[in-house]
């Protein structure tokens, strides 16, 4: 048996009778020990082996319910299957589209069957007409327990995480039981969680990573307490997020960028000083995106108001290649920023730093990143050039990593990909650079915009973007045009209350252009206003910066023109 399997079932007997989640806190609160959730996936595990499930079956899931959620992927490992959660249609989902995209998403990972629960147990019937087969996951609940688990070795395959590209390519990262493990663990140990006595609180979403492994499997695994709303309910009144901290004197919370900044508001137009205690807090993870220092700014800043210290602030690194988590900062030290000549950094990939008291800081000179750790235990990180050649500390190139959580590879429409060299290594597509053992995060290198000889990156950009009154936090993307060539150059797509006003949109644009040459001494080709809700995001909230090129590269154009 798999160490993930057996420390399910040795938590359950255990620490797992004492704790457990707390589920429809935002209507009616029902809360079930991890024993519980056991028992009930050992009831759907019984079901889906006496149905026919085999011994490292693909398994999709497709329900929002975390109640529903927490033992279905759990009976799913019992079963010795592996679990797929699908991406979810919401209301301006063409269904017809989504169900040819689940279609080949099942072919991909091999599955016949999907487990369907609340809300989207309405989408039976368009199952049915494309084929597909599934079984109502409240209906598992009914059969006989299985006896004892299905046995699963380290190499099987326990998660088939779908990435956030484009659901006509779809592509998954194969996780197996050794890399969920040996990564959840190392969580645990870094954070130096304490089951007994913290709580997580979380809205994310379970089809993403963070969601899924940090905020649902680590505390079933290892039998922390969890307070569990959905993204809708978090989106629909966000202050809901530190009710439930102070209702629940939660330890652990994590969230994208939007998040932190969208609550900080928030918090601040609160009137009463006691609305909220958030002096419990240990742990506000921010780790899918760069660390916007902004954001991080207006959520400790209103949050400070509410007793909390603003060391909770916890930077990570990670990607769903590493099963999760690559890097932790030091417990309860904060945002740490690190600031470098911006002329070395983009004309020369040279991290030189620039001291405390230096009158060049807070100038567009100067340049900052956050500081995100060292990489868990199992893990290890080198930084290489564009030949391969690994680069010494504060020197700019690829981030590569290699260990125990890295996943074997993809599966893709095409087949399996290895993602691994012949040395273990997996080239992540990130541009930072090492202080001491320490990862900082630069950017993607897909995204970074190459002009007259300089590495520019677009979270420069975006950052001196949202700094102009009108323009939406978070929601600001800076795209390449031309990539590759001599004429390449760069365009900024941002969301504004202010769309659809064309005298205010004028001024605005002219403002954001101004802002972002003084930040880069560049001025971008076209500024484009769009209402809110317009960005393509990923699962997790991120921007989707190449798909944001492609959908609006007409407006891109005309605005230029």
Avoid at 301 to 318: D, I, K, L, N
Avoid at 428 to 436: A, M, N, R, S, V
Wanted: charged share 25%; with cysteine; net charge negative.
């Amino acid at each position: 048996m798999s160490k993930f399997v057996d420390t399910l079932v040795a938590t359950a007997g255990a620490g797992g009778r004492l704790r457990g989640m707390v589920t429809g806190e935002t209507t009616e609160p029902v809360r079930r020990t991890w024993a519980e959730v056991h028992e009930q996936a050992r009831r759907m595990a019984g079901a889906l082996v006496a149905g026919g499930l085999a011994p490292g079956g693909a398994v999709a899931v497709l329900a929002a319910a975390p109640a529903l959620i927490a033992p279905t992927v759990q009976a799913v490992w019992l079963a010795g299957g592996s679990v797929t959660m699908l991406h979810q249609p919401t209301q301006r989902t063409d269904l017809a589209v989504w169900a040819a995209d689940t279609v080949k998403v099942l072919r991909m990972i091999g599955s016949g069957l999907v487990l369907l629960g609340e809300p989207f147990d309405a989408l039976a019937p368009v199952l049915t007409e494309h084929g597909i087969d599934f079984r109502m996951i409240n209906e598992l609940l009914a059969a006989e327990p299985i006896d004892a688990p299905v046995p699963a070795g380290e190499d099987d395959l326990a998660l088939l995480q779908l990435t956030s590209g484009s659901t006509a390519e779809p592509k998954a990262v194969r996780i197996t039981h050794g890399n969920l493990y040996s990564n959840i663990k190392a969580m645990v140990d870094r954070a130096e969680f304490r089951p007994e006595v913290d709580v997580m609180v979380s809205w994310l979403p379970t089809f993403h990573d963070m969601g899924m492994v940090g905020f649902l499997t680590v505390p079933m695994t290892f039998g922390v307490e969890l307070v569990k709303i959905t993204p809708v309910e978090f989106l629909s009144g966000p202050l809901i997020w530190p009710r439930l901290i102070s209702k629940y004197r939660a330890t652990t919370i994590a969230a994208p960028n939007f998040a932190y900044a969208v609550v900080g508001r928030r918090m601040a137009r609160v009137d009463d000083d006691g609305a909220f205690d958030l002096s419990t807090l240990r742990i506000a993870l921010n780790g899918a995106e760069p660390i916007d220092e902004a954001a991080v700014r207006v959520f400790t800043e209103a949050g400070a108001r509410f007793r909390m210290r603003p060391e909770c602030v916890f930077p990570a690194y990670g990607m769903a290649e590493a099963t999760l988590a690559v890097s932790f900062a030091p417990l309860f030290t904060g945002l740490t920023l690190d600031f470098v000549e911006a002329e070395a950094l983009e004309a020369g990939n040279r991290a030189v730093p620039v001291p405390e008291g230096d009158p060049r800081r807070g100038t567009d000179a100067v340049r900052s990143f956050a500081v995100l750790g060292r990489p868990l235990d199992g893990l290890e990180a080198e930084i290489v050039d564009e030949h391969g050649k690994r680069l010494g500390d504060r020197r700019v190139g690829e981030i590569r990593l290699r260990g125990e959580a890295v996943t074997p590879g993809y599966l893709t429409v095409d087949g399996p990909v290895e993602t691994q060299d012949e040395q273990g290594w997996l080239a992540t597509g990130d541009l930072g650079y090492l202080i001491d053992g320490q990862i900082v995060i630069c950017g993607r290198r897909k995204d970074v915009i190459i002009m007259g000889g300089r590495n520019i990156y677009p979270t420069d950009i975006e950052r001196a973007v949202t700094s102009v009154e009108g323009v939406r936090a978070g929601n600001a993307v800076a795209v390449r045009i031309d990539a590759g060539t001599r004429r390449e150059r760069f365009a900024v797509v941002l969301e504004s209350k202010l769309a659809g006003d064309a005298e205010a949109e004028r001024a605005l644009t002219k403002e954001v252009a101004a802002r972002v040459r003084d930040a880069v001494d560049l001025r971008p080709f076209a500024v484009v206003v769009l209402p809110a809700g317009s960005l393509p995001k990923t699962p997790s909230g991120k921007v989707k910066r190449a798909a944001t090129a492609t959908q609006f590269a007409d407006r891109i154009n005309a605005v230029a023109h």
